[in-house]
């Protein structure tokens, strides 16, 4: 019965058709597989371009998924810098191969031709040729039967080239040349994506870079006041970290009300304000500048924040200076008008002294003379002192020898206001290194600021102590007085240049930050003590004369 069955298919030709079938079932199936292969190749290639990964290892990673469908050795990358032609990677390399770097001849080369042509060249016979391409002799060591070059092309442009070598003779189908093809567009849309990439991180890099290393402090706030970027010089001045910075807004950090600050001017006129106010004791210019959007609404505020105080205190110093000038120099003057009057005085007096008997009253009222003459010369000879350039040279003196000088000038001033001066001068003080003068400067401002402070003071006894002594490696000046006193929420701002609490005629707000900048320049300090309606304690600590050098 089957040998009956079999003869009749045979003779009906059904079992040819049935292998025919299955033939091309087959044929499909493989060629489905193949075109599937394709697309995951195409795919994985996409997905395996990191701006972060070695462009070797991405070819490694082409290469391995390729050879599943072609039997493919070896890939080439070039690229277009400039005006050449530069290969940049060749996967798997060896000594044979054409090295990376390598610049394309613009004549008789393989790659030259198709940037030229911009249309790919399918190579798969390397006979003598006259005259013989560039690649050729590298391509003979090799072994290399079958090359595909396929130019790289991005937005139009021709931005490469990439080549595919086998060492065998590859059969391929139009089918295939597209597909290479396709792969090649996709490898080149890769690396422009990875190039802007590139450039974008490069910008962004170098912005950021710019905008840590300027000195000066930047904010950038949104509209609800909120910080939500800063730079370094931000995190240094408030000694606090990105995280504790952006939970705050603008008026947290700075610990002030907005008022105080020109950013609610800002918001509100939508225009640049500048403002200079006073953050953690330094005096600081604040600019605030508006982003716009297209409805005229602020967006955000950029901030620049610029710390002035040590520009303010050598502009209050210059000023002080120039003003000590010019008293210096009137000093000077008036002084040599009077030498040569009291010298008559001073002269005069003595010689009626030795002809006067001491038991009569001119005799006390010339000895009253001779002594305000001579006191009066001490005066004069401490003006000059106070007007000489020459005196701001450092040298060896006595803290006892400033009160003293200082004294001469300025203690009928305070004893008039019927304040009580009480010294108590250490008699082993040793010795520092300075200049008199400027020493003379700082005593004289801080007993003009204690004769003020006691002159609204209304009470019994308005007293001015003075107080020198050694303390470890330093040498103390203490001047303490029951007046005033200063209020805590300003103690912080007493140095600074320009800040006072007395009366225009009274003060420019210069005294305390000057004296402070000579002690520092001395290599010393000032230390303030202070209650207010109590009175007040100024202490200039400066370094004895061994520890100087």
Not at 511 to 519: D, P
Not at 523 to 529: F, K, L
């Amino acid at each position: 019965m089957n040998s009956r069955m079999e003869m009749i298919d045979l003779l009906t030709g059904v079992k040819s058709s049935k292998r025919s079938y299955y033939t091309e079932l087959k044929k499909t199936v493989i060629e489905l597989q193949k075109k599937n292969m394709q697309l995951e190749i195409i795919n994985e290639v996409t997905k395996s371009f990191n701006v972060d990964k070695p462009m070797d290892e991405m070819l490694a990673n082409i290469l391995e998924r390729l050879n599943q469908i072609f039997p493919i050795h070896r890939l080439y990358l070039s690229v277009i810098e400039g005006n050449e032609l530069i290969l940049k990677n060749v996967y798997p390399s060896c000594s044979l191969t054409i090295q990376p770097n390598t610049c394309f001849p613009l004549k008789n080369s393989l790659f030259q031709s198709v940037l030229e042509t911009k249309q790919p060249i399918i190579k798969n016979e390397f006979q003598d040729q006259e005259p013989p391409f560039f690649e050729k002799d590298s391509l003979d060591k090799l072994g290399t039967q079958s090359m595909f070059l396929y130019p790289l092309e991005s937005k139009g442009n021709v931005v490469g080239v990439f080549s595919f070598e086998s060492k065998s003779e590859i059969p391929y189908e139009e089918a295939d040349f597209v597909f290479l093809q396709q792969l090649s567009d996709q490898i080149a849309a890769c690396l422009e994506n990875v190039r802007l990439y590139r450039t974008v991180l490069k910008s962004k890099k170098e912005w950021e870079e710019t905008f840590k290393s300027v000195p000066s402090m930047i904010f950038v706030v949104d509209r609800n006041e909120k910080i939500t970027l800063c730079n370094y010089a931000v995190k240094q001045f408030f000694q606090l970290d990105d995280t504790a910075i952006s939970q705050r807004t603008f008026y947290e950090l700075l610990q002030m009300n907005a008022s105080e600050t020109p950013l609610a001017e800002t918001l509100q006129m939508k225009q640049n304000v500048s403002k200079q106010i006073t953050v953690q004791n330094r005096i600081c210019e604040v600019e605030c500048y508006p982003s716009l959007n297209n409805s005229n609404e602020v967006t955000e505020v950029i901030i620049y924040m610029n710390d002035v105080t040590e520009k303010r205190q050598i502009e209050g110093q210059l000023l002080h200076s120039g003003k000590l000038a010019a008293i210096g120099e009137m000093a000077a003057g008036v002084a040599h008008e009077l030498n040569n009057p009291l010298t008559a005085v001073l002269g005069n007096a003595q010689l009626l002294l030795r002809t006067t008997k001491k038991e009569t009253s001119e005799f006390k009222l010339l000895e009253d003379i001779h002594q305000c003459g001579i006191r009066c010369k001490h005066i004069i000879r401490s003006l000059l002192t106070f007007s000489r350039q020459d005196e701001y040279e450092f040298q060896e003196c006595s803290m006892n020898k400033v009160v003293e000088q200082v004294l001469h000038l300025i203690r009928y001033q305070i004893e008039h206001q019927n304040i009580e001066i009480k010294l108590a001068l250490s008699d082993s003080l040793p010795k520092i290194n300075g200049s008199l003068q400027q020493l003379e400067q700082i005593a004289i401002n801080l007993l003009i600021n204690a004769k003020q402070a006691l002159e609204e003071m209304d009470c019994e006894k308005k007293l001015i102590q003075i107080e020198t002594y050694e303390n470890n490696e330093s040498v103390c000046l203490m001047i303490t007085d029951n007046g005033t006193g200063i209020e805590a929420d300003m103690i912080q701002n007493i140095f600074n240049p320009f800040f006072t609490t007395k009366k225009a005629v009274k003060g420019s707000g210069l005294g305390l930050s000057v004296s402070l900048g000579i002690a520092k320049s001395h290599g010393g300090s000032i230390e303030v003590e202070s209650l207010y309606g109590k009175g007040s304690r100024f202490t200039l600590i400066l370094p004895k004369k061994e520890e100087r050098g």
